[in-house]
């Protein structure tokens, strides 16, 4: 069984850039959570993916976008990026069911990408 | 909307000694708990969870868990502590039903286990 695999581990980019992140989510899971983590805080969630479809969103701009592939694998891009977007950007996979509310699964995180911008 | 409560940014505990990571949540109706452990230039990892029955919960690493429904607290506990222990602590919250099923995490307590 594979864990949560995250690329690039460590970029950095400069104010305006756009950046894409990736992430391959554990064998069996249908579910990608991504948040960020800026430095000295907690996780902040910005959205989800169920089986290829936006299935929850937090407080972040329309620039931070996302999709997820038939192999459940996901993507989030960031576009005009902004010095506040640097952070550790955290991807978690689960197993989710169709009645969302029954998830009572924890998250399976990856080891993040740390962004830097300048 | 819910949220988590981390009242100490830092915890120091001899080698050996208990300890406790206070955690308060707000929610509506009944919570699911969690516990995660970060170290360092590494991503989350799961410790423990609530989420009904016996209010006392045991995870990894010999960590556990009291589930206090009238003081919304999920206080993360060890009997003995190891210095390999020493790491960034997060508590989770998310809505048994209805709401957002998204946990919310606290902003972490960083513990410290001196030799």
């Known amino acids: 069984e594979t864990g949560v695999t995250q690329s690039p581990t460590h970029l950095i980019k400069t104010r305006g850039q756009q950046v894409t992140l990736r992430c391959s989510s554990q064998s069996g899971h249908n579910t990608v959570s991504w948040y960020q983590q800026a430095l000295g805080q907690g996780p902040q969630f910005i959205f989800q993916y169920y089986r290829e479809e936006e299935n929850g969103r937090g407080n972040f701009p329309p620039r931070f976008s996302g999709l997820q592939f038939p192999n459940y694998s996901s993507e989030l891009n960031v576009n005009a990026l902004e010095l506040d977007d640097s952070a550790l950007y955290l991807c978690?996979?689960?197993?989710?069911?169709?009645?969302?509310?029954?998830?009572?699964?924890?998250?399976?995180f990856g080891e993040g990408s740390r962004l830097t911008v300048l | 909307a819910q949220s988590v409560a981390q009242p100490e940014d830092q915890v120091n505990v001899a080698e050996g000694n208990p300890l406790t990571v206070k955690c308060t949540y707000s929610?509506?109706?009944?919570?699911?708990l969690f516990w995660y452990v970060q170290y360092p230039n590494r991503g989350l990892q799961f410790l423990l969870k609530?989420?009904?029955?016996?209010?006392l919960v045991k995870g990894s690493y010999g960590f556990e868990a009291e589930f206090n429904k009238s003081q919304t607290s999920f206080h993360l506990k060890k009997p003995s502590a190891l210095v390999s222990d020493s790491a960034l602590y997060f508590c989770a919250v998310r809505a048994a039903s209805g709401g957002s099923y998204i946990p919310t995490f606290g902003r972490g307590t960083s513990l410290i286990v001196h030799p």
């Open positions: 929610v509506s109706g009944n919570p699911y």
């Open positions: 609530y989420i009904t029955g016996d209010n």
């Open positions: 978690a996979s689960s197993q989710g069911t169709s009645g969302r509310a029954r998830d009572t699964g924890e998250l399976f």
